[in-house]
T-cell receptor
Framework: NAGVTQTPKFQVLKTGQSMTLQCAQD?????MSWYRQDPGMGLRLIHY???????DQGEVPNGYNVSRSTTEDFPLRLLSAAPSQTSVYFCASRWTGSDNEQFFGPGTRLTVL | SQQGEEDPQALSIQEGENATMNCSYK?????LQWYRQNSGRGLVHLIL?????REKHSGRLRVTLDTSKKSSSLLITASRAADTASYFCATDTGGFKTIFGAGTRLFVKA
């Protein structure tokens, strides 16, 4: 199993550009989530999904969109990139029950100029 | 605002010593989890303790939970240089949101 994969690993955008961060998992997990991590800080939840067709907002959803058309994929879209969105983005997945560990992808390092 | 707050922010110890990190949170939880993050990498799950549990062990890790004080501690015994990493607590309040603290940076000197 590949686990949770994320692409790209690195990305540089100009202010106002849009892009999609890809996340895929091959563990058949219902629950998937996106976090951002700023320097010296913990992770903040952006959006999450409990299954195909079901998404909801986390702590910091503004400026981001998500969709979940399949169990495996959970892309994160930046609509109009801003320097404040410079961060490392992590995707994670787990079984739906909250007493289950989350598996994290390796992260995407995004810089917005 | 973040649910969990770790203390200390940074910790430097010698190999072989024990390392203790604390986590405080604000609201009632279903469970509390500890994760490790090596520099520039994703997080790795270490241990989960449920709200009705007071102590849990896994190898060299010992986690305690005091729900009356809304706090948890992670003890790493006989630390190794390879334990150098950031450690995060994360709380689950029964919804679908797992909220992370800011982390403790542990440096173990060989």
């Amino acid at each position: 199993n590949a686990g949770v994969t994320q692409t790209p690993k690195f990305q540089v955008l100009k202010t106002g550009q849009s892009m999609t961060l890809q996340c895929a998992q091959d563990m058949n997990h219902e629950y998937m989530s996106w976090y951002r991590q700023d320097p010296g800080m913990g992770l903040r939840l952006i959006h999450y999904s409990v299954g195909a067709g079901i998404t909801d907002q986390g702590e910091v959803p503004n400026g981001y969109n998500v969709s979940r058309s399949t169990t495996e994929d959970f892309p994160l879209r930046l609509l109009s990139a801003a320097p404040s969105q410079t961060s490392v983005y992590f995707c994670a997945s787990r079984w739906t029950g909250s007493d289950n560990e989350q598996f994290f992808g390796p992260g995407t390092r995004l810089t917005v100029l | 605002s973040q649910q969990g707050e770790e203390d200390p922010q940074a910790l430097s110890i010698q190999e072989g010593e024990n390392a203790t990190m604390n986590c405080s949170y604000k609201t009632s939880i279903n469970n509390l989890q500890w994760y490790r993050q090596n520099s520039g990498r994703g997080l790795v799950h270490l241990i989960l303790i449920r709200s009705n549990e007071r102590e849990k062990h896994s190898g060299r890790l010992r986690v305690t939970l005091d729900t009356s004080k809304k706090s948890s501690s992670l003890l790493i015994t006989a630390s190794r240089a390879a334990d150098t990493a950031s450690y995060f607590c994360a709380t689950d309040t029964g919804g679908f949101k797992t909220i992370f603290g800011a982390g403790t940076r542990l440096f173990v000197k060989a």
